[in-house]
């Protein structure tokens, strides 16, 4: 009887041990879990390795923006609030996309839009529609931020306005979907072009040399990519076969540099939004030649876009130039004539 009571005992005694152990182990594993939550690995965005080829990633932000501020505060405490803001809501499909055009000043453009309280965007370029379409729309929906109701979600990936398949896909994707268009005069889009190309590859032979296909004559090169990309005319015939002309928005690349309030007015009108980005949230940087955006109310520093964009670019010979502006006339005015816009390039 005694024996049997202490058995007894030490049996209460080891479960009383086991239940706190398990207790132990349960916080554990839910400090853990809180741990990663905040730190922003609950969320299921795909963290692949390269920019370009490869789907995008986030470290790809880190060159966006460069501070003009002496850098030093820590930038921690907006990242854990990013963190916190990423679990709420939901992913959703674009609904406004920057389709191009590739050196038009799109990164200006979404950068100045992410500023509105209602627009969320992915930071790099998704790539979806040209070169990852075979991932799934699932895939492509979880590369989203969350969004809460009222807000638009947004990317850009300025190749998709020269893929033939683009629009087919997008329109399947959704009919609805709001196309931005920042359209940059496409001789200077072509020089903007090689001196990036230029930048990479250092070897590279002269623009006129890409350009011409017999440089006597003056034949213009078609198939160079930096000059093919300019024909707007030709590239929007091919969205105008799925889109209508009301849902696109073609945003002038340099009014974007000239009046970046007035162009982001007609953006925010078009999507729907309330006039939130205005003349308070520009100034213009004298050392690097564009407008810049003023500190936010409350975070961070004044900021510039980084040093790939609006780079000098190398001096073209003025016939080189002249040339090429004739050969686009034509392809211009068609496309004033199709957008009912005239932008000003002849
Ligand atoms: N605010 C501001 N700051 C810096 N740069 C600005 C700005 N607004 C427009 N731009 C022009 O944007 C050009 C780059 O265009 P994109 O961002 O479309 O380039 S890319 O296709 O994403 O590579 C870039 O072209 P380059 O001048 O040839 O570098 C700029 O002229």
């Known amino acids: 009887m005694g024996c049997s009571k202490w058995r007894a005992a030490v049996n209460f005694g080891q479960l009383k041990v086991q239940s706190k152990l398990s207790v132990l182990f349960t916080m554990i594993v839910l400090f853990t879990y809180l741990f990663y939550c905040l730190n922003g690995y609950c969320d299921s965005l795909p963290r692949p390795q390269q920019f370009g080829a490869s789907p995008p990633s986030p470290s790809h932000l880190t060159d966006l923006w460069s501070s003009v501020a002496p850098s ?10 990013m963190s916190i803001a990423n679990s709420f809501g939901s992913k959703k499909f674009p609904q406004a996309i920057i389709i191009g055009v590739k050196k038009g000043g799109t990164r200006a453009l979404l950068e100045f839009l992410r500023i509105h ?6 930071g790099s370029e998704p790539h979806f529609f040209d070169r990852f379409y075979d991932k799934g729309l699932d895939w492509y929906r979880n ?26 896909r997008v329109f399947s994707m959704s009919r609805r979907t709001k196309l931005i268009v920042v359209v940059r005069d496409p001789v200077t889009r072509a020089v903007s072009d090689y001196t990036q190309t230029l930048t990479k590859s250092p070897g590279l032979p002269s623009f006129q040399n890409l350009a011409f296909r017999n440089i006597t004559t003056g034949l213009i090169d078609t198939s160079w990519s930096a000059v093919r990309i300019g024909i707007y005319a030709k590239h929007l015939e091919n969205w105008l076969r799925f889109f209508p002309l009301s849902r696109f928005l073609f945003v002038s690349g340099e009014r974007l540099v000239s009046d970046p309030a007035g162009e982001m007015g007609r953006v925010q009108d078009f999507l729907g ?46 016939g080189v130039l002249l040339r090429l502006r004739d050969f686009y006339r034509p392809f211009n005015l068609k496309f004033y004539q199709m957008t009912g816009h005239n932008f000003g390039w002849d």
Not at 72 to 81: D, E, M, V, W
Not at 117 to 122: E, I, S, T
């Open 143 to 168: 590369l989203m931020p969350r969004t809460l109701d009222g807000q638009i979600t947004m990317e850009k990936t300025p190749s998709y306005f020269i893929t033939k398949e683009a629009p087919r």
């Open 117 to 122: 309280p209602d627009v969320r965007a992915v």
């Open 72 to 81: 030093g505060s820590s930038s921690s405490s907006s990242s854990s609030n």
């Open 273 to 318: 939004l309330k006039r939130v980005v205005t003349d308070k949230h520009f100034y213009f940087n004298q050392t690097k030649g564009f407008p810049c955006l003023k500190k936010p109310e409350g975070s961070s520093r004044p900021r510039c876009l980084g040093k790939s964009k609006g780079r000098p670019h190398p001096q073209i010979p003025s």
